[in-house]
């Protein structure tokens, strides 16, 4: 069984422009979240969808956006990108709200 | 707010001991969910187990052990025999709803040195 699938693994940009990650659920799978991690803040919760609504919110900037499409899966864009925004996202998914979640290998995205 | 806190940063032990890393955590949710991540150096975060708060059985799997006290707030993972490729980052996290939103401790730094 395919696990969760990141893409790209690695990305480098510049401040002011905007990127969008992707995420493939495992098959099955129709929630899924979205989490940063970095050296100083550790791992936070960027938001989770399921079914195509988002759930949930972390405590981020409006310049983070997500959505889900009908076959679960998901892109988050962060526009107008900053240097703190550099980190490794992660995403993960789950069968439903309830349930545990699994990750991937996460996309690392360097800001110059 | 619900906080979770690993103390141990980092730990280093000779392959075969035993290593128990600790995880405490705050909440005044009567129903919550703790669980335990492994981070190898490739980041994909690895389910370890899940416990809901009203269940303090002590559960065993294979070299992992995990022990839940409930009067002091602590949810810590022993590996007995550990093994170099045991060498990770470790995760507690904390949820109410069973899910999300997870949130995590600043996790701890296990080198098993062979």
């Known amino acids: 069984k395919a696990g969760v699938t990141q893409t790209p693994r690695y990305l480098i940009k510049t401040r002011g422009q905007q990127v969008t990650l992707s995420c493939s659920p495992i098959?099955?799978?129709?929630?899924v979240s979205w989490y940063q991690q970095t050296p100083g803040q550790g791992l936070q919760f960027l938001f989770e969808y399921f079914s195509e609504t988002q759930r949930n919110k972390g405590n981020f900037p409006g310049r983070f956006s997500g959505r889900q499409f009908s076959n679960s899966r998901s892109e988050m864009n962060v526009s107008t990108l900053e240097l703190g925004d550099s980190a490794l996202y992660l995403c993960?998914?789950?069968?439903?709200?309830?349930?545990?979640?699994?990750f991937g290998d996460g996309t690392r995205l360097s800001i110059l | 707010a619900q906080k979770v806190t690993q103390a141990q940063t980092e730990i280093s032990v000779v392959e075969k001991e035993d290593v128990t890393l600790d995880c405490v955590y705050e909440?005044?949710?009567?129903?919550?969910?703790l669980f335990w991540y492994k981070q190898p150096p490739s980041g994909e975060l690895v389910f370890l187990i899940r416990?809901?708060?009203?269940?303090?059985q002590n559960e065993i799997s294979g070299r992992y052990s995990w022990n839940f006290q409930k009067s002091t707030s602590s949810f810590n993972f022993t590996i007995t025999a550990s093994q170099v490729v045991d060498s990770a980052v470790y995760f507690c996290a904390y949820s109410f709803s069973g899910n999300t939103p997870l949130v995590f401790g600043k996790g701890t730094r296990l080198s098993v040195i062979a």
């Open positions: 993960a998914s789950s069968l439903g709200p309830t349930q545990p979640q699994h």
């Open positions: 909440t005044r949710d009567t129903t919550y969910y």
């Open positions: 416990r809901n708060s009203f269940d303090e």
């Open positions: 098959s099955g799978h129709r929630s």
